[in-house]
């Protein structure tokens, strides 16, 4: 019996020593083996690395309001592993936060997880309401929420930014590297239960710097509500307007309508009203495009405002028939009236002279088939004819088949503006800290053909002109218009589409605006004059009187 009990305590107390050896072996093993990546590891669980973002830069009108700005809010997350009952916490953080505790509670009960979003950039007051119940697992950090406090003023313009803070469209895309600061740093040490204790290691953020826009959102407002009440009176399809300083080349105003609200992106703002147009697309021009034709002749000597042709009413260009808008008889026109009656076998006959290689040349000329190179991303170039047959020579010199941008078409015409000399357009004034840029400038005609321009775009708002209905009360209006077909989805024109333009210079005496609009399929009429002159008229006279540019015609 007693050696029965011998060899059972030998056997236990070897079990004992073999136990011991183990551990000890163990012991050894972690604390040099393992030692490093136990400490790593031990370490991630009591240091978190935080980043700070950093503050995007506020874009500001030209008279320093605010158009898009970071508003604070606190992003909620959670560990679901600190979590002990997910479904009352998910009612508890949906009750507070206005979300669904359905959607939530999948969230909170995945234990595989150590970091869940229970919600991005919440309502700062909210995330303080439910930072105050304490909910185990639950913490918060601030971030950043881009809001545009203007709504739908440029929204089509500023663009927007997603919910990192990361430029997606318009100029929060052109100036994101500029807008966007440098996030900072900072280590969180928490206790093993997992509650905050120290800060460590802090580097703070650095502010993205802010932007100067050349736009005025008062001119802004105004135009896209010029723009609302014309669009619902001839039924468009849509509308756009630059208004734009001839001398600096700087936008006041770019305005699309129907527009959207940025704040609410994606959402409520579909992907066809989040184009800029004036930048990003094109159309044919129509008689707007004259200008070209014009002056190429007068510059190459051919004509002068004076030089008279007798104009059937209709003229044949290789296998096309063309006639003028108005139905007339045989008549004689001097240059200025073929340009203030916007004639189509005026213009062409014209054309006729230039020829080919000449006609091409001035399109080039005035910056046509080539960007202007306006600081927005998504600029086109417009099209120029992509062959010559027999007829383009009736067609370009009147503004079809070719197609150009709203932004093309209102820097040449603040070229006439501003004595021949092309000046590129721009949105952006400076960043913050940096000196303004100089804009390209090049001369485009002399400084007399201008003169003959712009005289002979003056008769165009006269009673013998196209567009009386620009006529502005106490001020010189120079100008022209444009109707043009729109080209058909399987070649041809496509019946009843017609694109309605005038672009006009005020005072003509010496220009401080240029105001463009154009009409996308407005129903009911058709031609720049009646559709689009008038609409200019209420744009540029709003902004006469907000920039206090005084008349130079007396009233009567």
Do not use: C
Request: glycine share 10%.
């Amino acid at each position: 019996m007693a050696r029965v009990v011998n060899s059972r305590i030998r056997l236990l107390l070897f079990v004992i020593v073999l136990s011991f050896g183990i551990l000890l072996g163990r012991a050894a093993w972690i604390s040099t083996v393992r030692a490093a990546s136990l400490s790593k590891l031990a370490q991630a669980q009591t240091k978190a690395p935080v980043v700070l973002p950093a503050g995007r830069g506020t874009i500001f009108d030209s008279m320093g309001t605010p158009l898009a700005l970071g508003e604070q809010a606190t992003t909620v997350y959670a560990d679901p592993r600190q979590i002990v009952h997910p479904a009352t916490a998910a009612k508890v953080a949906a009750r507070v936060l206005g979300l669904k505790a359905r959607t939530l509670y999948p969230l909170l009960a995945d234990r595989t997880h150590g970091f869940v979003y229970v919600e991005r950039k919440a309502p700062a007051d909210e995330a303080t309401t439910l930072a105050k119940l304490k909910l185990p697992g639950f913490n918060f950090y601030p971030e950043e929420r881009r809001t545009y406090p203007q709504g739908t003023v440029a929204a089509p313009v500023l663009g927007y930014a997603g919910v990192d803070n990361k430029g997606l469209a318009g100029l929060e895309l052109q100036l994101d590297g500029k807008l966007t600061g440098t996030p900072g740093r900072e280590t969180i040490v928490r206790d093993p239960f997992g509650r905050p204790i120290a800060i460590q290691n802090i580097v703070p953020a650095k502010e993205g710097k802010a932007a100067f826009l050349t736009l005025d959102h008062t001119i802004q407002a105004n135009a896209e509500q010029v723009l609302r009440t014309t669009v619902a009176h001839w039924h468009a399809k849509d509308a756009t307007v630059i208004v734009l300083d001839p001398k600096t080349g700087g936008v006041l105003a770019m305005a699309m309508e129907p527009g959207y609200d940025a704040n609410n992106f994606p959402s409520a703002a579909v992907k066809e009203l989040q184009r800029n147009h004036a930048v990003t697309d094109v159309f044919e021009p129509g008689s707007v495009f004259k200008i070209v034709t014009i002056a190429g002749a007068l510059s190459e000597g051919l004509v002068s405002p004076q030089t008279e042709f007798t104009l059937p009413y209709s003229i044949r260009v290789a296998d096309r028939v063309i006639h003028d808008a108005e139905p007339r008889g045989t008549e004689t026109m001097s240059v200025a009236q073929i340009l203030q009656r916007s004639s189509n076998v005026g213009a062409i006959t014209i054309a006729k002279m230039l020829g080919k290689d000449r006609l091409l040349h001035w399109i080039k000329r005035f910056g046509f088939g080539t960007t202007t190179g306006i600081d927005f991303p998504g600029e086109s170039a417009g099209l120029l004819p992509g062959y010559w047959s027999g007829s383009s020579i009736g067609n370009v010199p009147i503004g079809q088949g070719i197609s150009v941008t709203a932004i093309q078409l209102a820097s040449v015409y603040a070229a006439i503006a501003h004595g021949g000399v092309w000046t590129q357009p721009h949105l952006v004034d400076h960043m913050q800290g940096e000196k303004p840029p100089a804009p390209k400038t090049r001369r485009i005609v002399s400084l007399r053909v201008d003169r003959e321009l712009l005289k002979m775009l003056k008769g165009v708002v006269s009673d013998v002109g196209t567009a009386a209905a620009a006529e502005i009360p106490g001020y010189s209006v120079a100008g022209k218009t444009g109707t043009a077909q729109k080209p058909g989805p399987n070649g041809g024109y496509a019946a009843g589409k017609y694109v309605a333009t005038f672009v006009g210079m005020v005072p003509a005496s010496n220009p401080k605006l240029v105001v463009l609009v154009t009409l996308d399929e407005p129903k009911l009429a058709i031609f720049g004059g009646v559709v689009a002159a008038p609409a200019f008229a209420q744009i540029a006279a709003f902004d006469l009187q907000y920039l206090e540019v005084p008349p130079d015609l007396s009233l009567r």
